[in-house]
């Protein structure tokens, strides 16, 4: 999928890990994604990966995932491989993506498989949509939007579920504000790098091509 694809079709994930990076050894214990077409949930992936050690405390109370969970699971390689043929090459979406992308691209090369999509970040839209957010972590802006959610985080599937919701929300605001009714998955990254005070301006242009 290329990013001239429409913003209302991608793939949100989020991991859970072990630690803050995969280059100081961290692995994923948790993935999560809900596949978005035309603006519809219409499928989703969820499952526990043994990272092959025991995590920490911190990791067990921070996640709710414990090492009882992980020891049964099945092995990050397997879950990592059939994880690929589920996001095959669309287009993906997560927040704090720079994150998720790490262990994305980490967890793959392990098992020597890739991905043909790219990235956008919610956080980084947040900002620039939401400027006066208390802050742009997902809980805030779950609360400051008024987002339906179950009140579960830090868990892979219900975080990338309330951030589907999130993600369709901007886009709905984006249409409001703006009248971009289909914007481009192209221009939603394009955002995400604009200063904040040229997003307004930047967006009412582009309502006029």
Known sequence: MTTSQTANTVIVLDFETTGLSPNQGDRAIEIGAVLIEQGEVVDRFQQLMNPGFRVSSFIERYTGITNNMLRTAPPCDEVMDQFADFIGDHNLVAHNASFDQRFLEAELDNIQRNYGGEFACSMLI?????????????????????????GVFHRALADSEVTAK??????????????????????????????KAAVPGFLQRQAKC
């Open 166 to 195: 999130l993600w369709l929300l901007m886009l709905e605001d984006m249409d409001k504000r703006y009248q971009l009714s289909s914007p481009s998955f192209s221009l939603m990254q394009e955002v995400s790098r604009k200063a």
């Open 126 to 150: 947040a900002r620039r949509l939401y400027p006066h957010a208390p802050n742009h972590k997902l809980g805030s802006l779950v609360e400051y939007k008024n987002i339906d959610n179950d």
